[in-house]
C-alpha cells in the first residue's frame, strides 16, 4: 500500500510538474488577492486576519477541484487501467491527494512569503501549525473531490464543484471576519466547517495556541479528515468508479 | 483458468446486459469471444476482470475468487478494454514503467520488461512520446503492452486489433500465438473479424442478448458445410459481416 501510494505520487508529482503554466497560473492567482486587495483590507484589519483568508480560500478553491484531474482519467481509460492492477485502492486516492497536498504547500508557503513581504507578521510555531492544519483541510477536500467527481455526471462536476466552493469560502470569512456580518448569517457560517478551520488559523497566526477556538478548529478539520477519507476509499473502492 | 456460473449483472435502470453465464476456459486456449453490438461481452469481460460486480453469479479466474480475492486475481490477469487506457500527456515509456511497478515489479525489472514488451509489439524508440501524439494502431499497441509487464496466466482482450492495419493485425495474432507456445498463456478475447476468430481461436462462446447461444471450435461451429459467418448469422439474426461493418 505504502509502495503503491508513493509510485503514484510520485507519477502524480511528475505529471502537475509538466503542466508547467497551470502551476504557475495556480500560484499567481492568490497573490493577486494579497497585493490588490491586501492593502484595502490593511486600512480596516491586520495582515494577521487577511493572510489566513487568503489561505483558506486558496486552500478551497484548489483542492475542491481536484476531482477535475480524475475525470481526465476517467475519460481516456486509464482510471480503469490502473484499477486491473493489483495497486491497493486507497493508494490509487492517496496517491493523487498527496500530490494536491504537495501543491497546497508550495502554494502556501509561496502566500505566506509574500505576505511578510507586505507586513504579515506571524510566530513561526504559529505558521508551522497553521500549515500542518491547512494540509490536512485541503487533503481531505481533494479525496471529498475525487468521490463527487467519480460519482457525479462528469459534465456537471465542475459548474457545481465551482459553484458549491464560493458559499463555502463566503461563510468561512475568509474576506472579513464574519463578526462583521449580521446575525442570521453569522450563525449560518456556523454550519460551514471552514469558519471553525479559519478561526484556529487566526489565532495561531496571532500566537495563542492553545485556546478554545484552536481545539475547535483541530477537532473539525480531523472529523472532515475521517469523513472524507472514508468516504473517497469508499468510492474507489467501489467496482464501478 | 476460468470458471464462471450464473453470471448476471442488471444495471441500474433495468437493463439487463448478461443473464446467468456459465462457462470456462481451459488453461493455455485461446477463446474467442463473439456476439453482436450489445450483446454483453464487455460487461461479462469488466465483471470477470474485478472491474464490475456481479448481480449474481460467483467465478473462478486464474485460481482466485472472483468475488473473495479481486487483488489476487488482478496480480494475475492482463487486460486490454475496448477504448484503451493510454493518457494522453503522458510519456509511454514512463507510463508502462509505473504499469510494471504497480504490478510488483522492481525498478530495474520493470526497466527490462517496458523496453521487452515496447520491442515486442514493434514501439521501440516511442517511450518519450505522449499518448495523445499516436496513431491510433499505436496506441492500440500501447493498450497491449500495459497487460503485459506481468506476464499474466490469463489475458482479456477486448477487441484487440480494432483500428488496426492488416500487418499489425498479422502481427498480432502472432504474438498472441506466441504467448501462448512459450508463456502458456491462456487468452480470452473478444472480436468482430470473422477471420480472426477462424484462424486464431481454439474455440469460440456465442453470446447474444446477454446470454450464451453457442460453444464449440470454429470447425465445430462449421459443421455442415456453413460458413462461420452463417452459423453467428443462425444464432443471432445477425450477420457478422454486418457487424465489422459497424
Ligand atoms: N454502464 C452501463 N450502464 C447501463 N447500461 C450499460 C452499461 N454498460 C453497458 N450497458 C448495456 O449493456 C448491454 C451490453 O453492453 P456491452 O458493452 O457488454 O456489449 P458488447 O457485447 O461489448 O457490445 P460491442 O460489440 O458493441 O462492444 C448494452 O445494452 C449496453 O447498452
Ligand atoms: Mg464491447
Same mark, same amino acid.
Given at each position: ?9 510520485? %507519477?502524480?508529482?511528475?505529471? +502537475?510538474? =509538466? ?23 490593511? +486600512? ?25 484531474? /480524475? ?11 490502473? =484499477? ?9 486516492? @492517496?496517491?493523487? /491527494?498527496?500530490? !494536491? ?33 491547512? /494540509? ?16 457525479? !455526471?462528469?459534465?456537471? &462536476? ?26 442570521? @448569517? ?7 466547517? &471552514? =469558519?471553525? /478551520? ?9 500566537? %495563542?495556541? &492553545? ?9 473539525? +478539520? ?7 477519507? +472514508? ?5 474507489? !473502492?467501489?467496482?464501478?468508479? | ?22 462457462? $470456462? ?30 448481480? *449474481? ?23 486490454? *478494454?475496448? $477504448?484503451?487506457?493510454? *493518457?494522453? #500527456? ?77 500487418? *499489425? ?69 445477425? #450477420? ?7
Amino acid at each position: 500500500m505504502v509502495r503503491d501510494t508513493w509510485l503514484l505520487f510520485r %507519477h502524480n508529482l511528475r505529471a +502537475t510538474l =509538466r503542466q508547467k503554466a497551470g502551476l504557475i497560473f495556480g500560484a499567481i492567482q492568490p497573490l493577486f488577492f494579497l497585493v490588490l486587495f491586501g492593502p484595502i483590507f490593511a +486600512t480596516i484589519g491586520s495582515w494577521e486576519t487577511l493572510v489566513p483568508g487568503l489561505i483558506i480560500q486558496l486552500g478551497l478553491m484548489s483542492t475542491g477541484m481536484a476531482g477535475f484531474g /480524475v475525470v481526465f482519467e476517467k475519460r481516456s481509460g486509464a482510471l480503469e487501467r490502473l =484499477r486491473v492492477t493489483p495497486a491497493s485502492r486507497l493508494a490509487l486516492l @492517496l496517491g493523487r /491527494v498527496l500530490t !494536491n497536498a504537495v501543491q497546497l504547500i508550495l502554494q502556501v508557503v509561496l502566500l505566506v512569503a509574500v505576505g511578510y513581504a507586505l507586513g504579515l507578521r506571524a510566530p513561526v510555531a504559529g505558521l508551522l501549525a497553521g500549515l500542518a492544519l491547512v /494540509v490536512v483541510l485541503g487533503a481531505s477536500l481533494a479525496a471529498l473531490s475525487y468521490a463527487i467527481a467519480l460519482t457525479m !455526471n462528469e459534465q456537471l &462536476f465542475a459548474p457545481v464543484m465551482g459553484t458549491a466552493v464560493i458559499p463555502l469560502v463566503l461563510l468561512s470569512g475568509a474576506f472579513l471576519p464574519m463578526s462583521m456580518a449580521p446575525g442570521w @448569517l453569522d450563525a449560518l457560517s456556523y454550519v460551514s466547517p &471552514f =469558519r471553525h /478551520v479559519l478561526e484556529a488559523l487566526r489565532e495561531l497566526f496571532g500566537g %495563542h495556541y &492553545f485556546t478554545g477556538t484552536v481545539v475547535a478548529g483541530v477537532a473539525v +478539520t480531523v472529523v472532515f479528515a475521517v469523513i472524507s477519507l +472514508t468516504v473517497g476509499t469508499r468510492v474507489f !473502492n467501489r467496482a464501478s468508479a | 483458468m476460468i470458471n464462471a456460473t450464473g453470471l448476471s449483472k442488471t444495471f441500474k435502470g433495468g437493463d439487463v446486459a448478461v443473464k446467468n453465464v456459465t462457462m $470456462s476456459v481451459r488453461p493455455g486456449e485461446i477463446v474467442g469471444f463473439l456476439g453482436p453490438n450489445g450483446a454483453g461481452k464487455t460487461t461479462t469481460m469488466r465483471m470477470l476482470t474485478t472491474l464490475l460486480r456481479p448481480t *449474481s453469479g460467483t467465478a473462478t479466474v486464474a485460481g482466485h475468487d472472483l468475488l473473495g480475492d479481486p487483488a489476487r486475481v488482478r496480480r494475475h490477469i492482463g487486460y486490454v *478494454s475496448q $477504448s484503451g487506457g493510454v *493518457s494522453p #500527456s503522458v510519456p509511454l515509456g514512463e507510463e508502462l514503467h509505473l504499469q510494471a511497478m504497480l504490478y510488483g515489479l522492481s525498478r530495474a525489472e520493470a526497466s527490462a520488461r517496458t523496453a521487452e514488451v515496447l520491442a515486442m509489439l514493434d514501439l521501440t524508440g516511442m517511450e518519450s512520446r505522449p499518448g495523445g501524439t499516436l496513431s491510433g494502431g499505436q496506441r492500440r499497441r500501447v493498450d497491449i503492452a500495459f497487460a503485459l509487464p506481468h506476464r499474466p496466466a490469463l489475458l482479456f482482450l477486448d477487441e484487440p486489433t480494432t483500428g488496426l492495419d492488416p500487418q *499489425s493485425r498479422a502481427n498480432l495474432w502472432d504474438h498472441i500465438r506466441r504467448l501462448r507456445a512459450e508463456d502458456g498463456v491462456t487468452v480470452f478475447l473478444t472480436t468482430h473479424y470473422l477471420d480472426e476468430a477462424d484462424a486464431l481461436c481454439d474455440r469460440l462462446l456465442i453470446i447474444d442478448h446477454g446470454e450464451i447461444v453457442a460453444t464449440g471450435s470454429p470447425a465445430e461451429l462449421k459443421a455442415g458445410g456453413r460458413t462461420l459467418d452463417q452459423a453467428f448469422l443462425d444464432l443471432t439474426g445477425r #450477420s457478422l459481416r454486418e457487424e465489422a461493418a459497424l
